[in-house]
């Protein structure tokens, strides 16, 4: 009896061990995908297309991060420690006619006094590298605007070159008639 329930023991512990890795996987990609919708967005864009950082949709970001290491490595320590750069965003056309983002990246590491653990790390990466872009949009949070409308209208910035009369217009237009609602991630 001992030998027959050790025999369906390894038998199927294979199969329950690649169950609970594909599990795994498949929950640091919703956690990347949550952890993409509130820290990325704003500078990669909702499909990983680049705004002032760089595009993430690329192909050669995409795979397995167990069988692709290096790349895996390479999102993780550049988001974990950010990037030299700018802090105006700046792009240039290089030698091969793509576009670089020269804009500096911050460190979201908590190492370095950011937000993401090594978890919340590892879990970006893998939604970089495996998740669907076209998920985010609907996980980026809701805008955080204020009732009073005085204190909405406040926290909007000042456009430049513009009077104040002028701003105070733009920025009643602006939530009046709707705009904030698409034109906002977040609290900004």
């Known amino acids: 009896a001992l030998i027959i329930t050790w025999g369906a023991y390894l038998a199927f512990e294979g199969t329950r061990m690649a169950i609970a890795e594909e599990a795994h996987v498949q929950d ?19 499909n990983g297309q680049g705004v002032v950082g ?26 974990r420690d950010g990037r030299p750069g700018t802090t105006t965003p700046r792009w240039e056309q290089v030698v091969t006619g ?4 020269y804009t500096a990246m911050p460190t979201f590491g908590a ?3 950011g ?17 669907d872009w076209s998920q985010v949009s609907s996980r980026i ?5 204020p009732e009073d409308r005085e204190v909405a209208l406040s926290r909007l910035p000042d456009a430049a070159g513009l009077s104040a ?24």
């Open 28 to 46: 640091l990609v919703q956690r990347g995908l949550l952890t993409y919708a509130e820290n990325c967005v704003v500078c990669h864009g909702a």
């Open 54 to 79: 760089p595009p993430l949709n690329r192909e050669e970001f995409r795979g397995d991060p167990a069988e692709n290491k290096e790349v895996f490595d390479l999102i993780v320590s550049t988001v």
């Open 98 to 101: 793509e576009w670089a983002s």
């Open 111 to 113: 190492v370095h006094g």
């Open 115 to 131: 937000s993401l653990n090594e978890q919340y790390l590892r879990a970006v990466a893998t939604f970089i590298m495996m998740g």
């Open 141 to 145: 949070p809701a805008p955080n605007i």
């Open 165 to 188: 009369e002028a701003n105070r217009r733009a920025k009643e237009l602006f939530l009046d008639r709707g705009c904030v609602a698409c034109h906002t991630i977040g609290g900004v």
